[in-house]
């Protein structure tokens, strides 16, 4: 027993690598039984062993990311000495992880067993003097209770962004040289959070050298591909392969882990650098280098996301790992011009028709007010949307602070505003005092996720507000450009347009499996939320208006 111990405490010592750690104690189990190895991903060799202040990559699902954090973090407590916080994007992702990941790979290896002393607490693993914290991105004072040197951010681009720095200051109580973070993720929109991250780095590919001319060549969609058949039902289809890009001769899918073979451990294959100037470090893998995803299965991917913009995002975000944007899912430069008239912004309304003013809070006031042309009164209410065109009259940011909603009481008189939708967050209190100012005029808007389309709900417990399902106004509200169906002035604000232009939407299946599309942004959008409210307020300025004798 004693000379057990020695042996095993120096083949502890010769352990310096993250990779030869892994070799070590890694013990894995259902599709790749057997202690650690490379055959079936190799790719992360190299990764393993990279030391920068910033790892970061922006990956295809399913090719073994994860388990390469798991590592690293396991490394870093056991030969570091570290504390390690993994984040996920929620509370149950965290804990998934912690029971199918971590607990898994702790009952499978000898020495994990041994060297972990308590790992029954679902967020927090102890190793001695270490800790392994497991969290979700949502919970601001979860991120605020430990102290850390090394981050993993796994599925990024889920995570709540506006806790990413809370996180980020975990570290300061560490020395500065051992600070690192790791940073992974699908991607999701181009020059949004993995993509950003990516586009900063050395934005390493994966290279190996062609089994059939010998040139160093990677796995790209689509050139990497020869699609065989009209179609996945064509007998064809079952031929369809992986070619190199330089001789089109064929790579045989059975034969990845010999010619990806990284080539320290005497293989060609090793990571690229586009740049080679930068500190943080970062790198693209494709699912087409998977050993388990068959050509066929891939180019299934793709032709079934041909006409379904769900399956289509999913495929491009998932599979090729690269940001991808549906058809018409934003609006675009030319969508602006061509609505575009010959009038000047401070027009005031004719008087003939109703006029609404929409308000988003941010650090200031964005407000948009609209009279709007409507062919048919008849209409059900929900159908105003597609029998009325607005005419921008305004739109401005408030001259005060936040807070100030003064100006707004300005405008209601100036442009005789039948109705104003506001938004609720994040000063509720003052837009409720506005509200109560001009009664029956004012309304504070929340968003919900829900499936109930461009219904509006009223908060029978807090007067004065509305709640609506967010994607389908703001489907109806940017879908006007598109369509020519809003005027804007010949001198719109190019800050108007360029919030216009932010919200981008997103097509994902929810927890259930089913397809769903939300907007997200990349930056400042005040002025395309404030367009929303004012869409909003239609529905009530026509209520007002064939009831105004009412108000008189």
């Known amino acids: 027993m004693f000379m057990e111990r020695i042996a095993a405490g120096l083949k502890r010592k010769a352990v310096t690598k993250c990779s030869k750690w892994a070799e070590t104690y890694r013990v894995m189990g259902n599709q790749f039984p057997g202690p650690w190895g490379w055959g079936q991903h190799p790719w992360l060799y190299e990764i393993h062993d990279r030391d920068a202040e910033s790892l970061i990559v922006q990956k295809a699902a399913q090719i073994g990311f994860t388990e390469l954090a798991l590592n690293k973090s396991l490394y870093t407590m056991d030969v570091l000495g570290l504390n390690v916080l993994y984040i996920l994007p929620t509370d149950k992702d965290a804990s998934d992880f912690s029971a199918a990941r971590f607990d898994k790979a702790w009952e499978m290896s000898p020495y994990l067993s041994s060297f972990f002393v308590n790992v029954k607490n679902v967020g927090h693993k102890r190793a001695g003097s270490t800790s392994l914290y497991v969290r979700g991105s949502r919970s601001k004072s979860q991120l605020k209770s430990v102290d850390t040197a090394f981050i993993v951010y796994d599925e990024y681009d889920e995570m709540k962004q506006s806790n990413i720095a809370l996180a980020k200051e975990r570290q300061s109580g560490q020395v500065e040289s051992t600070q690192r973070e790791f940073k992974l993720s699908t991607p999701t929109i181009d020059d949004y959070g993995i993509n950003e991250e990516f586009k900063e780095g050395t934005q390493e590919h994966y290279f190996f050298k062609c089994p059939c001319c010998g040139r160093l060549i990677e796995l790209l969609f689509p050139d990497s591909i020869k699609i065989i058949g009209d179609n996945k039902l064509d007998p064809q289809f079952a031929e369809t392969h992986y070619i190199c890009t330089l001789c089109n001769g064929k790579l045989h899918h ?75 899912s934003k609006i675009e430069d030319a969508d602006l ?19 609404t003013m929409g308000v988003d809070v941010g650090s200031v006031l964005h407000f948009e007010i609209d009279e709007w042309y409507i062919d048919d009164l008849s209409v059900a209410t929900e159908e105003l949307s597609e029998n009325a065109t607005p005419k921008l009259l305004y739109e401005n940011t408030s001259s005060g602070k936040m807070t100030d909603f003064d100006e707004l009481d300005d405008l209601m008189r100036q442009y005789n505003v039948a109705f104003c939708v506001i938004d609720a967050e994040p000063e509720r209190r003052e837009a409720l ?97 404030s367009r929303v409210y004012a869409e909003i307020a239609l529905q009530f300025a026509i209520t007002c208006r064939q009831t105004q004798d009412i108000y008189d």
């Not at 891939?298 to 998932?318: C, M, R, V, W």
């Not at 061509?338 to 005031?348: A, F, H, L, P, V």
């Not at 709640?467 to 940017?478: Q, Y």
């Not at 769903?516 to 939320?529: L, M, P, R």
Request: net charge positive.
């Open 254 to 328: 059975q034969d990845k882990p010999k010619f990806l073979k990284p080539r320290g451990l005497g293989g060609s294959a090793h990571f690229v650098p586009s740049h080679t100037d930068r500190a943080k470090q970062s790198f693209y893998v494709n699912q087409m280098y998977s050993t388990t995803v068959s050509p066929v299965k891939f180019a299934t991917g793709y032709l079934e996301g041909i006409h379904d913009p769900t399956k289509q995002t999913e495929f491009f975000n998932s599979k090729v790992a690269i940001p991808h944007r549906v058809a018409g």
């Open 337 to 355: 011009i061509q609505c575009i008239s010959d009038y000047s912004k401070g027009t005031k309304g004719s008087g003939f028709h109703p006029i």
């Open 433 to 529: 005092k506005f509200a109560n100012r001009w009664w029956s005029k004012v309304y504070l808007c929340d968003f919900i996720v829900s499936q109930m389309g461009r219904t509006i709900t009223y908060t029978p417990e807090e007067e004065c507000t509305i709640r609506v399902n967010r994607t389908s106004w703001i489907d109806v509200a940017l879908a006007r450009f598109r369509k020519k169906k809003i005027l804007l002035p010949s001198d719109v604000s190019e800050t108007y347009k360029r919030q216009i232009k932010v919200p981008q939407r997103v097509y994902k299946f929810d927890n259930y499996g089913n397809p769903t599309g939300v907007y997200e942004s990349t930056s400042a959008d005040h002025f395309a939320f």
